[in-house]
Nanobody, 124 residues
Framework: QLQLVESGGGLVQPGGSLRLSCSAS????????IGWFRQAPGKEREGVSC????????YYADSVKGRFTISRDNAKNTVYLQMNSLNVEDTGVYYC?????????????????WGQGTQVTGSS
């Protein structure tokens, strides 16, 4: 079973940036589509971004388009989420998820493996 580990969360000032990382041990991620989801306090988890295994399909939620960039470095077995112009509405626990079929999607049901999450807090 693929085990994913997120890192890079933290507290950020308005307009600041963070880069989240999603890595795995014992598995190579190049076959997996990787998605990023977030869950704000009191809200349902929502899809933020996704990259297919072949990188021919990349998805961004409307709320993050132009501010977030997803990328993968197969040599480092890591997928990144670069987050710029952060604000308080971006606060939440960010999860990465893997799809063995390499396709990914916008919904949680498209993914079979999940990390434990990393907290991102945008200060007001």
């Amino acid at each position: 079973q693929l085990q994913l580990v997120e890192s890079g969360g933290g507290l950020v000032q308005p307009g600041g940036s963070l880069r989240l990382s999603c890595s795995a041990s014992g598995f190579t991620l190049d076959r997996y589509a990787i998605g990023w989801f977030r869950q704000a306090p009191g809200k349902e988890r929502e899809g933020v971004s996704c990259i297919s295994s072949s990188e021919d399909w990349i998805y961004y939620a409307d709320s993050v388009k132009g501010r977030f960039t997803i990328s993968r470095d197969n040599a480092k077995n890591t997928v990144y989420l670069q987050m710029n112009s952060l604000n308080v509405e971006d606060t939440g626990v960010y999860y990465c998820a893997g799809d063995i079929h390499g396709l990914g999607g916008q919904d949680e049901a498209d993914f079979g493996s999940w990390g434990q999450g990393t907290q991102v807090t945008g200060s007001s």
